[in-house]
């Protein structure tokens, strides 16, 4: 079957996916911990940039599927879902809070798009993403990448400190930007679903 390249983008982004599971994954004796965070983050973020260039290269050339509008919105869910995934497995002092984040995400991306199945076939009308639902796609790919990447960040910035000669009395472990992201994203998250709810629920016909 011949592809266009949007589409070859989204299927790249979908088996980019397991990829990053699977080294996210891996024991700290085959990969060290913070090796894989960056990793992890570099495979994430390159999904994230094929999911912007698919979308904008099929519009300006007029390459739109009905292939791309079934996998386009798939593999973006499984690219946040499976790195959450592996977030949840890989950082024990954010096991709680990425229950609770995960429970959000699929939750909400269940709803909608059932949503969008029920709406599309039921009514012909083909419920696109709003402004919303983008912001929230922004706040998960930021969350995400600010949980791999922040843990990293901090440990540099403590071996310069070392080389430099600097004692501090206490080394802390708190990650501000990797909860105040988190925090961001489950707003979003919740927000653009009760809006896109909100929005269609007149065309969910009980008596249908």
């Known amino acids: 079957m011949k592809m266009n390249l949007p589409n070859r983008l989204t299927l790249l982004r979908l088996c980019l996916v397991p990829v990053l599971i ?6 700290e004796t085959v990969i060290p911990f913070y090796v894989s965070c960056v990793v992890c983050a570099v495979l994430f973020i390159g999904t994230a940039i094929t999911d ?42 954010l096991r709680l809070i990425m229950i609770f984040v995960l429970i959000v995400v699929v939750f909400r991306e269940l709803a909608v798009t059932s949503m969008r199945l029920v709406v ?14 983008k912001i929230k796609t922004v706040s998960q790919i930021v969350a995400v ?37 988190l925090a961001f994203c489950v707003v979003m998250t919740l927000w653009s679903g009760i809006n896109y709810i909100k929005a269609y629920w ?7």
């Not at 904008?56 to 946040?80: E, Q, S, W, Y």
């Not at 009514?123 to 919303?132: P, Q, W």
């Not at 007149?202 to 249908?208: A, E, N, R, V």
């Open 22 to 27: 699977v080294v996210g994954m891996l024991p």
């Open 202 to 208: 007149k065309y969910l016909d009980p008596q249908k």
């Open 52 to 93: 912007m260039l698919d979308g904008k290269i099929a519009r300006r050339d007029n390459l739109i599927t009905d292939f791309g509008k079934f996998m386009d919105p798939i593999a973006d869910k499984f690219m946040v879902i499976g790195a959450l995934f592996v977030i949840l497995y890989k950082f024990s002092n």
């Open 120 to 133: 599309s076939t039921g009514e012909g009308i083909v419920i696109a993403a709003n402004m919303l639902g």
């Open 145 to 181: 990448s600010t949980v791999f990447l922040e843990p990293v960040v901090q440990k540099v910035f403590y071996m310069i400190l070392d080389l430099c000669g600097v004692e501090l009395c206490e080394r802390f472990d708190i990650l501000p930007l990797t909860w105040a992201s």
